[in-house]
């Protein structure tokens, strides 16, 4: 009889609470910041990361998950009884990650050939971050518990990621300019003139779509994105930085035109918010043009 698990690292930013309810593995990313480094989610929470970012101006620095620690993750599940892992993991073109998620699975079956005809691994690139992937991955284990297979799960996980996307504005171009994300003349002209960008996350890249002066514009901006993009009768998550209520705003427009509250609430944690800053709002949908 099969067993499934699903494997992960902490930039799907569920809360730890979720991560241990739901029987996920996730494995930390590494941060360093004000001259210390913690393990994402486990030794500092995302509101204690928020609270160090609000006093020091650095920049907070992480490294990828290294192929050492992906092997020792499906070393252990292995030896649990697990016969099928799905790996799911942070964009491959932002992170060695799921690269590095690769060259684990072949040294655990070069370094364990007992499990190699009894373990399956099934490493799935998520394209993007935060809980763009969190989300489908508390569904992919509800599927998992109501008996699907792992392929079926595979199947439905990349699904979800060829045709998702976030729309994300980030009230503060300080972090995206540091980052790269931004180019330093882009965040300048930017702040000079009030505007703020849309950017869509989508396929593993980003694109600024839109830009909006003023912050009392972002909300009927989201909402128009989120209905012209979006697959009518179609989940879709909210995403949000240490303040909720401009995308609690948005979902609320949302409702009244459609009738659907959003599936989830997600606040984005230290690695994506290293990148992009604190303060941000954003929405996950699922693209009709896709």
């Not at 739901?22 to 004000?34: A, N, R, Y």
């Not at 920049?59 to 009884?81: D, M, N, T, W």
Request: hydrophobic share 35%; with cysteine; net charge negative.
């Amino acid at each position: 009889m099969s067993k499934i698990a699903i494997l992960t690292d902490s930039g799907c930013d569920l809360p730890k609470e979720t991560i241990e309810e739901l029987g996920i593995k996730v494995l930390p990313f590494e941060i360093t910041f004000d001259g210390e480094t913690f393990r994402e989610i486990f030794d500092k929470s995302t509101q204690e990361f928020y609270e160090m970012m609000a006093k020091c101006p650095d920049v907070p620095k992480h490294s990828q998950i290294s192929p050492l620690r992906f092997e020792e993750a499906y070393k252990e599940l292995a030896e649990s009884g697990v016969t099928d892992i799905i790996c799911v993991t942070i964009n491959s073109k932002g992170s060695g990650t799921f690269n590095n998620s690769l060259i684990a699975k072949e040294d655990f079956y070069d370094n364990n050939p007992d499990f190699k005809d009894k373990v399956r691994i099934f490493n799935v690139d998520s394209k993007c971050y935060s809980i763009f992937y969190g989300y489908p991955i508390t569904e992919a284990v509800k599927k998992i518990r109501r008996g699907a297979s792992a392929e079926e799960v595979t199947a439905y996980l990349e699904d979800w990621f060829d045709v998702c996307g976030i729309y994300a504005v980030p009230y503060n171009l300080k972090y995206a300019k540091k980052s790269g994300r931004i180019s330093a003349a882009a965040a300048f002209a930017g702040e000079m003139l009030g505007l703020k960008p849309v950017i869509l996350f989508a396929d593993g890249t980003t694109e600024t779509v839109e830009k909006i002066r003023g912050e009392k514009n972002i909300v009927p901006k989201l909402v128009e994105l989120a209905e012209k993009n979006m697959t009518p009768q179609t989940p879709y998550v909210m995403l949000h930085g240490r303040d909720s209520s401009v995308a609690i705003e948005v979902e609320k427009e949302l409702v009244k035109r459609t009738g659907r509250k959003a599936e989830m609430y997600g606040s984005i944690g230290g690695v994506v918010s290293s990148n992009i800053g604190p303060d941000v709002v954003g929405i996950i949908i699922r693209r009709k043009n896709k």
